[in-house]
């Protein structure tokens, strides 16, 4: 093996390791609604990917499809060795992460304005933030070749017809969660997660809060969106003492007239503007996204929950929660 061979072989664990912690980590972010913080670390994440690429690529270890699939099933695998730090970014990442640092201090996000759209070149995991270079500087890959984390693409990338399916299948999702299990059952936390009744009552005021934000991009020119976070679990503990036949009909009548304001809005319609102190100009599409993806994270959230009420206690819960949106 060469110098240069064992120095890939390095690269390739350690840029391996470092793109699931960067992932892990955004993830994290994202579920404590830290989305441009998030942005940051899955840019960060696809540096760590491309370079990996790299080595395994000089390294010989990328054949033709065939061959791959024949070192798949004997398990073969480079060479393990130390990594060293997993983490080291370069000198502009680590000024990206001081100012993720900065903002956490002061117990907020990053705004608009302090991290601009993310560009990585998909060739060399190059860096750029504001916007891409017609030609990278590090390797010459043209800008379509850019891997793009824009400020408008934050909270998703669902298209609008998606973003409808999604929030009617909620209508049918929630009540076969609940059927058959008691009041007692729905009002108690089980392993670690909120009580069912907690969920249910918090999608509900997720759900008015998203429907009062589209009102006010589709009927007022641009409008500035309020700051402050929605609600949380924590103010959602009140609804355990709710009858559930009586918060499925709150949640159901709050869903039926978010889909009437949105059912057959064009596109236009969608791309309507609000300002937000944090987030900048923030298309109608852009709140779905975030709106449908924090009520999919709950929606896993709330079979497992199930799963556990049945069944007993899952092995797997860590991971499931690792998969949540709060």
Not at 10 to 32: C, D, H, I
Not at 57 to 84: D, F, K, M
Not at 193 to 203: Q, S, T, Y
Not at 219 to 243: C, G, I, N
């Amino acid at each position: 093996m060469t110098t240069n061979d064992a120095e890939d072989r390095r690269l390739l664990v350690s840029m391996s390791v470092g793109q699931t912690a960067y992932a892990v980590w955004a993830k994290q972010a994202r579920r404590e609604r830290f989305f441009n913080i998030a942005r940051l670390l899955e840019a960060s994440a696809a540096v760590k990917r491309v370079r990996a690429e790299q080595a395994m690529r000089r390294l010989g270890e990328v054949s033709q499809t065939q061959t791959n699939i024949n070192h798949a099933l004997a398990g073969l695998e480079p060479e393990a060795v130390t990594t060293g730090p997993v983490t080291g970014t370069s000198a502009f990442q680590r000024e990206l992460l001081e100012r993720a640092a900065k903002a956490l201090a002061a117990g907020r996000d990053l705004t608009y304005r302090e991290l601009g759209d993310l560009f990585v070149c998909s060739t060399c995991g190059h860096l750029v933030e504001g916007e891409a270079p017609q030609f990278c500087p590090q390797c010459g890959t043209v800008r379509e070749g850019f891997l793009d984390f824009r400020i408008v693409d934050g909270m998703g990338t669902l298209s609008s017809y998606t973003i409808v399916r999604r929030l009617e299948q909620g209508l049918k999702t929630v009540p076969a969660l609940v059927e058959g299990l008691s009041e007692d059952q729905l009002a108690m936390p089980v392993n670690g997660f909120p009580a069912f009744k907690d969920l249910i009552g918090h999608l509900t005021d997720m759900d008015i809060v998203f429907r009062e934000r589209a009102w006010l991009i589709l009927e007022t020119d641009q409008p500035k969106l309020s700051t402050a976070h929605p609600p949380t679990l924590r103010h959602a503990v009140k609804y355990r003492t709710v009858p559930i036949d009586e918060l499925l009909e709150r949640y159901t009548t709050s869903r039926q007239q978010t889909l009437n304001l949105l059912r057959g809005l064009t596109q236009a319609a969608w791309q309507r503007i609000g300002h937000h102190e944090i987030y900048g100009p923030v298309p109608l599409l852009h709140q779905g996204n975030w709106v449908v993806s924090h009520e999919q994270g709950h929606l896993i959230e709330l079979a497992q929950m199930r799963h556990n009420i049945l069944y007993g206690e899952n092995h797997a819960l860590d991971i499931v929660q690792e998969l949540l949106h709060p």
